[in-house]
């Protein structure tokens, strides 16, 4: 296994987490001491990236976020500031704006199937110079050689990097195994994983990402993201230097930067419930949890039910409004029945 | 009977194409495209329609030239396309979202559009949300946001839209804004390979405080659908507004007319059948 570089994902994903409510305050803290553990690449912003802030989907709290982005840019030259680019609900104009405030890494994110969405969007960000990363999302619902065909495409219009996301926690480590190899065959760039943990298996499907040829790791302080949460940044670090693979990361530090979020978010923090189990079984994304238990306490339906019906309508991330059309219709046939 | 020429041989051409020939009173006297042996020069040659290969160049060497032609171009071509037009004295109804002309959605303000000599038709998603956002407005004379979520398949998506994803979304935001004189708007789209390919679904999210009486804006909903229903049938609402604490939602859902595309391309249907309406009344 060679050295995994490790992407910190906690002040982007983990706003699935706490509604998009990080204060800018607990931001930079959490930046000083992430860098001082050894990070160097961290990513920032809503759940769902540029342009995400919605009725939809969730308010960002605190926008002012971005000054202390700007800040932190300045301070740190060598640390690399990244956001999530959805082509649908980000703009160039989004893009432009987050590159002014010292964004140096653009991570254009599509669902699995759709890679030729980000052409002009990958397009865009490396003829400002940009660093490009191009993501897969819900890689669970296609077949590995598919997922490859994807990536090329992407690999294509110029990115620097391909990631492919576990988005609902559904993948197995040897699933993670097999579109690793599916994918750095056909690809020249480097590869990356993202995990979830809905089914417990973000630490064993990262280490198959790294054992299988995987250069890069998303990972979260205390495992901190989207519904049941992503791989633990510091859990790995430990695992990883014990096999004596070296990441260049401070474990104490990385524990302290853990426990940092457990003191300021401790309502908030993710565990494997049943209703993560069931959104991992039926490929269901993640940061959909909070949004479900809204809508099945708003029209008297039950959550497992819900997320049963988007499994089986395919719904991809993005769809919030699916999951209380969802619960609308159950609640019509519950009625009709009884 | 009115003379329409339609320029652009691609999805949208061929489906105005059958919409136009079924329509009475209108006559389709060219159909022009760029590549000889095309799919879509195919298919209108074997409807009978007078077919050329020569794009608007082909169009105008015709002795009798149109009244109307409708462009099914791009964005990049359509300045060439309007300013041949005009040279000539033939009103346009773009499909494109080049923006040159007034912009229309048919149950908003055609009567202010008709005396105009180009039209515009702004986009799938602005045709399927305009009618609920207008409905929402009269109910709620303030209101100063509303979103649209528009969730298509991936079958009806073209290489076009994929290509044109910013564009499509600043460009839908400020003609909903402008045209309804709502403060913001934004725009959100979904592209989906779930099989079987859905029919378009367009949702809308306002702030529910900003909803006077949930009754009274459902029944405005109800009523503008209803309405818009007059030129694209397969335009329902599939969710009613409803308040989640602080969103309050409605979906509608747009089934095509299955002319020349399937019935879930709702978004490419939506668009026609506003353009027919416009052309019908010009």
């Not at chain 1, 790791?217 to 495992?223: E, L, T, Y």
Request: hydrophobic share 40%; glycine share 8%.
């Amino acid at each position: 296994m060679t050295k995994p570089l490790f992407y910190d994902v906690t002040l982007r994903d983990g706003c699935h987490a706490n509604q998009h409510s990080f204060e800018a305050e607990f931001c930079s803290t959490y930046i000083d001491n992430a860098y001082a553990a050894g990070i160097r690449y961290l990513e920032v912003g809503h759940g769902n990236g540029l342009g995400g802030s919605s009725l939809h989907i969730g308010r960002l709290k605190h926008p002012l976020l971005w000054q202390v982005v700007a800040e932190k840019a300045a301070t740190y030259p060598d640390l690399k500031i990244g956001v999530h680019v959805i082509p649908g609900l980000a703009t160039f104009e989004d893009m432009k704006q987050a590159a002014e405030m010292g964004v140096s890494v653009f991570r254009i994110a599509s669902h699995c199937t759709e890679a030729d969405t980000t052409e002009t969007y990958v397009g865009y960000a490396a003829d400002q110079g940009h660093e490009v990363w191009g993501l897969l999302m819900m890689a669970h619902m296609i077949k590995p050689d598919h997922l490859a065909r994807e990536a090329k495409k992407i690999e294509s219009y110029g990115a620097d990097r391909i990631v492919f996301l576990d988005s609902a926690g559904a993948l197995t480590p040897t699933m993670v195994g097999r579109i690793t190899r599916e994918i750095t065959q056909v690809v020249e760039v480097p590869v990356g994983f993202h995990a979830h943990n809905n089914l417990h298996a973000a630490v064993a499907n990262s280490l198959s990402a790294i054992s299988s040829g995987c250069a890069s790791i998303d990972a979260c302080a205390r495992g901190y993201g989207a519904g049941a949460g992503n791989l633990s940044m510091e859990a790995l670090a430990a695992l990883l230097e014990k096999d004596e693979i070296p990441t260049g990361l401070d474990l104490k530090k990385l524990t302290a930067l853990a426990a940092l979020l457990e003191k300021h978010h401790p309502s908030s923090l993710p565990i494997v419930d049943s209703l993560s189990t069931a959104t991992g079984f039926h490929g269901v994304f993640s940061g959909f949890k909070p949004k479900i238990l809204e809508a099945a306490a708003c029209f008297g339906v039950d959550p497992m039910d819900i997320i049963a019906e988007l499994g089986k309508a395919q719904v991809i991330a993005g769809q919030e409004d699916q999951i209380i059309a969802t619960a609308s219709e159950l609640a019509a046939a519950q009625e009709a029945s009884s | 009977m009115k003379r329409v020429a339609i320029l652009g041989s691609g999805n949208i051409g061929c489906d105005l194409l059958v919409k136009c020939q079924e329509t009475v009173g209108i006559e389709v006297v060219s159909f022009a495209g760029r590549h000889a042996n095309s799919k879509g020069l195919d298919f209108a040659a074997r409807r009978g329609a007078p077919v050329t290969d020569r794009s608007i160049e082909g169009i105008l060497e015709d002795g009798e030239k149109p009244d109307i032609l409708i462009d099914c171009t791009s964005a990049a071509h359509h300045p060439h396309n309007y300013n041949m037009c005009r040279e000539h004295g033939i009103r346009v109804v773009d499909m494109t979202p080049a923006k040159l002309g007034v912009t229309c959605c048919p149950v908003v303000n055609l009567d202010r559009c008709l005396g105009a000599d180009n039209i515009n038709m702004i986009s799938c998603g602005g045709q399927a949300s305009m009618p609920i956002c207008l409905a929402i407005q009269k109910a709620n004379p303030s209101i100063s946001y509303i979103e649209i979520v528009s969730t298509i398949s991936s079958a009806s998506a073209g290489p076009g839209t994929r290509k044109n994803i910013s564009q499509y979304i600043t460009s839908t935001q400020k003609a909903i804004s402008s045209m309804l004189g709502i403060e913001t708007v934004k725009v959100i789209i979904n592209i989906t390979p779930a099989i079987p390919p859905i029919h378009m679904k367009t949702s809308i999210l306002v702030d529910s405080e900003q909803i006077a009486s949930e009754a009274d804006t459902r029944a405005s909903i109800e009523d503008i659908a209803a309405q818009t229903r007059n030129y694209a049938p397969g335009y329902h609402t599939s969710v009613k507004l409803r308040s989640l604490g602080q969103k309050s939602m409605c979906q509608v859902q747009v089934t095509g007319s299955g002319h020349y595309l399937p019935p879930y391309a709702g978004n490419l249907d939506i668009i026609n059948c506003a353009a027919l309406e416009v052309i019908r009344r010009l």
